[in-house]
């Protein structure tokens, strides 16, 4: 019964490597998000999409591509992986409504890179 | 440039004692402040929010107050408990239509001593 699942909870790669991250939700929101939490614990947002449309793309470099298939689901694909992209990732979902709706975080997907 | 700034950065109170985190801002524009609670090895989870038409919000042993003109706001904790022992991060956003961009302040890490 996980409202906002991920996986995988844990990913060490190599730097150049290729990864991705995914995301469901079972809230029936239809607002996803993905947040970086750095080793300093600062969160900070990356992507949002509401119904498959990106809204939000914060200054995050074009090696960070979210795609969302349906409004349940939110995927980030990195490309050629560096150091500092090392962080926990988080994704959350909210409904859609006056700005002040919950978001729910999941689990977490801690990216180390060597 | 932070936009939400939190102090202290790490504190330490007796069970039984008030936990006080608080939070400054700078954009007049945001009109939504929740309290995120994050546990180790876990997602952020929204503890209590408050929007800047009210000085105040209870709820349980957690408090905010809210103080437009100063354009800062706190977290109270009564009767802290150990299963309070948390990172707990402010976080503002401005109405948009439909979604949240939240803003989160760095973190502080609470530890409540038995």
């Known amino acids: 019964d996980t409202a906002v699942s991920q996986t995988p909870k844990y990913l060490v790669t190599q730097m150049g490597n290729d990864k991705s991250i995914k995301c469901e939700q079972n809230?029936?929101?239809?607002?996803m998000y993905w947040y970086k939490q750095d080793s300093k614990k600062f969160l900070k947002i990356m992507f949002s999409?509401?119904?498959?449309?990106l809204i939000i793309n914060e200054t995050v470099p074009n090696r960070f591509s979210p795609k969302s298939p349906d409004k349940a689901h939110l995927n980030l694909h990195i490309n050629s992986l560096e150091l500092g992209d090392s962080a926990v990732y988080f994704c959350?979902?909210?409904?859609w409504g006056t700005g002040s709706e919950t978001q729910y975080f999941g689990p977490g997907t801690r990216l180390l890179v060597l | 440039q932070q936009q939400v700034k939190q102090s202290p950065q790490s504190l330490i109170v007796q069970k039984g004692g008030i936990s006080i985190i608080n939070c400054a801002y700078e954009n007049t524009a945001f009109d939504y402040f929740p309290w995120y609670q994050q546990f180790p090895g876990k997602g952020p989870a929204l503890l209590i929010a408050?929007?800047?038409?009210?000085s105040e919000k209870k709820e349980g042993r957690f408090t905010i107050s809210f103080n437009k003109s100063a354009k800062q706001f706190s977290l109270h904790i009564m009767d802290s408990q150990p299963g309070d022992s948390a990172t707990y991060f402010c976080?503002?956003?401005?109405?948009?239509?439909?979604?949240?961009?939240?803003?989160f302040g760095t973190g502080t890490r609470l530890l409540v001593s038995p």
């Open positions: 976080a503002a956003s401005k109405e948009n239509t439909g979604f949240q961009k939240l803003v």
């Open positions: 999409y509401n119904n498959k449309e």
């Open positions: 408050i929007r800047p038409d009210v």
């Open positions: 809230l029936g929101h239809d607002t």
């Open positions: 959350a979902s909210s409904s």
